[in-house]
């Protein structure tokens, strides 16, 4: 098989689950009141994408490089991942605050599901 056969099969495959994942979001989206932020859609593109290209770089990085310059590579990425997810905590710790909602809310709530 030739080697861009190898990498559009995984990076088609990807695009697939992307369209799927993103249709699944908008049915939820649908039915629950508020807007979908690009988050959601964006960390999956990127998951996929990450998913198709990872093991071509694993292997070039393998034959070219040495054995074990994709295990580097790879704790790098995750390095990077943390310093950024740190950097952003404060934002990241904000988008999943629980929403302040009163004792009278959830009376009704619970009169609402109990009928």
Known sequence: MRLGVRVLIPVRQGQRIQ???IKNAAEVNNREPGRL??????AA???FAGGAVG????LKLSEN????????FGACA????????????RTVSG????AAHS????EVELVGDAA
Request: aromatic share 14%; charged share 10%; hydrophobic share 60%.
């Open 19 to 21: 369209i799927l994942a």
């Open 37 to 42: 932020s690009q988050f959601p859609r964006l």
């Open 45 to 47: 593109f990127l998951r």
């Open 55 to 58: 093991p071509y770089v694993a």
């Open 65 to 72: 490089v040495s054995p074990h310059a994709p295990f580097w």
């Open 78 to 89: 995750v390095l990077v991942g943390v310093v950024i997810l740190v950097a952003g905590r």
């Open 95 to 98: 988008a999943f605050a629980p």
């Open 103 to 106: 004792l009278e809310e959830a």
